[in-house]
Structures are given as structure tokens and as C-alpha cells.
């Protein structure tokens, strides 16, 4: 019996799950979270005419986010979930660069490192100011 090579159209099975598995997953961890949030904040009254810039470093949000969840604070679930949507397509680019390391495609492993590189670069400096 033959063993077949892992092809294309595998590569496009695993993407297609990852994605439609990770919107679903953050979709579910925001929806309970926002669900844990209004039991527990529901007669809140938020003032609207003040305004509290947050500036902080990622790694204390993500840092304070873990807490929360650890926690079971709705919030933070909710936090967490956004989180989980922006990471969905990170992994794909992820896996890109495996499928392109894996055919030696080095052009599109170069072009992969870049968008890599991008996002970094986006999160480390465009979070705080």
C-alpha cells in the first residue's frame, strides 16, 4: 500500500478548519463572557461624560486579561475572545510559512517573514502610544 504526500489540498482542509474552528471559538469564550459580564454588571450605569485614557503596555493587558479569566471575570472572557479572533488569521499565516518551508518555496517564505514581521511590529508599537 501507498502512502500519499501531504498536498495542497490538505494544506487547504487544516486552513479552512483552523479558521472556521478559531471565529467559532472566540465567537463562543465573547459570548460567554458577555453573558458572565451582564450577570454580574447588569444594573450598572455607566458615566459617559468622563473619559479614562487606558495607556498601558500590551503585555499588562494581556498580563491583566489572563488574571481575569483566570478569574472568571466577563470582561476579561470577553477580551480574551477578541484575542482568540485576532490570532485566527496569525495562525494561518503560521501555517503558511510551514506549507511554504515545506515545498522549499523560499520566495513566499521570504514574502511570509515580512507579513510575520509586520504584525509584530504592529502590535508591539501601534497598541501604545
Do not use: C
Not at 463572557?33 to 459617559?48: A, F, K, P, Q, R
Not at 479572533?85 to 494561518?92: G, H, Y
Amino acid at each position: 500500500m501507498q502512502q500519499e504526500k501531504f498536498g495542497e489540498k490538505d494544506f487547504q482542509n487544516i486552513v479552512g478548519n483552523l479558521l472556521r474552528y478559531g471565529v467559532w471559538t472566540s465567537l463562543s469564550v465573547a459570548f460567554i463572557g458577555g453573558i458572565v459580564y451582564l450577570m454580574g454588571h447588569s444594573t450598572d450605569i455607566e458615566n459617559y461624560s468622563v473619559f479614562h485614557e487606558n495607556d498601558r503596555n500590551i503585555f499588562e493587558v494581556i498580563g491583566d486579561i489572563y488574571n481575569g479569566v483566570i478569574q472568571g471575570k466577563g470582561e476579561s472572557l470577553i477580551f480574551f475572545g477578541i484575542i482568540l479572533l485576532f490570532l485566527t488569521p496569525v495562525f494561518r499565516v503560521l501555517l503558511s510559512l510551514f506549507s511554504f518551508l515545506l515545498e522549499k518555496d523560499y520566495l513566499y517564505v521570504v514574502i511570509t517573514l515580512i507579513v510575520i514581521l509586520i504584525i509584530l511590529i504592529s502590535v508591539s508599537f501601534g497598541f501604545s502610544h
